[in-house]
T-cell receptor, first 115, second 108 residues
Framework: DAGVTQSPTHLIKTRGQQVTLRCSPK?????VSWYQQALGQGPQFIFQ???????QRGNFPDRFSGHQFPNYSSELNVNALLLGDSALYLC??????????????FGPGTRLTVL | DAKTTQPNSMESNEEEPVHLPCNHS???????IHWYRQLPSQGPEYVIH???SNVNNRMASLAIAEDRKSSTLILHRATLRDAAVYYC?????????FGKGTTLSVSS
């Protein structure tokens, strides 16, 4: 059973460009969350998708947007990239019916470098 | 959102127990306390979670203070593979709110 997969593994972009990151959740999971992890920091919650809708959002600007597809996979889009967007982007999947205590499974992340 | 406070780093010897403390004095009565760990070059990995009573699983034990303002993650016998950053996590809705975590070093 494959866990959470993310693509690409690494990505280099320049300021002002746009980027799309992809995530496939663990089999049977219906909820996808995205986190940003700067170097030396803990992950920060960006947003969460369930039933193809954004259900909860962290303190991130509108340049960060997402999408969830009928097969539960998800994309994270970042427009007008800034140097400060350089980070490891993590995707986590879970079962919404697991409730507030449910375990989230993380992928290995996509390392984004903005030059 | 509730904030968690952990020591920046801790050291342990192989085969010894490790107690990782966490303060979460502002946690609400219905929020779970989660612990995840992150090994180098990997995404975070679930360790354990609990609400009020102590919890045990194959990886660790979680001791929660009666007033829920603090908790302790217990690794019963540390191994070299347990060297990682350990995060004590609060939640906002179903989102996990990470702090900076505790970097655990394990020596042989």
């Amino acid at each position: 059973d494959a866990g959470v997969t993310q693509s690409p593994t690494h990505l280099i972009k320049t300021r002002g460009q746009q980027v799309t990151l992809r995530c496939s959740p663990k089999s049977g999971h219906d909820t996808v969350s995205w986190y940003q992890q700067a170097l030396g920091q803990g992950p920060q919650f960006i947003f969460q998708y369930y039933e193809e809708e954004e259900r909860q959002r962290g303190n991130f600007p509108d340049r960060f947007s997402g999408h969830q597809f009928p097969n539960y996979s998800s994309e994270l889009n970042v427009n007008a990239l800034l140097l400060g967007d350089s980070a490891l982007y993590l995707c986590a999947s879970s079962l919404v019916m697991g409730g507030m205590g449910n375990e989230q499974f993380f992928g290995p992340g996509t390392r984004l470098t903005v030059l | 959102d509730a904030k968690t406070t952990q020591p920046n780093s801790m050291e342990s010897n192989e085969e010894e127990p490790v107690h990782l403390p966490c303060n979460h004095s502002t946690i609400s009565g219905t929020d779970y306390i989660h612990w995840y760990r992150q090994l180098p070059s990997q995404g975070p990995e679930y360790v354990i979670h609990g609400l009020t009573s102590n919890v045990n699983n194959r990886m660790a034990s979680l001791a929660i203070a009666e007033d829920r303002k603090s908790s302790t993650l217990i690794l019963h016998r540390a191994t070299l593979r347990d060297a990682a950053v350990y995060y004590c996590i609060s939640q906002a809705g179903t989102a996990l709110i990470f702090g900076k975590g505790t970097t655990l070093s394990v020596s042989s």
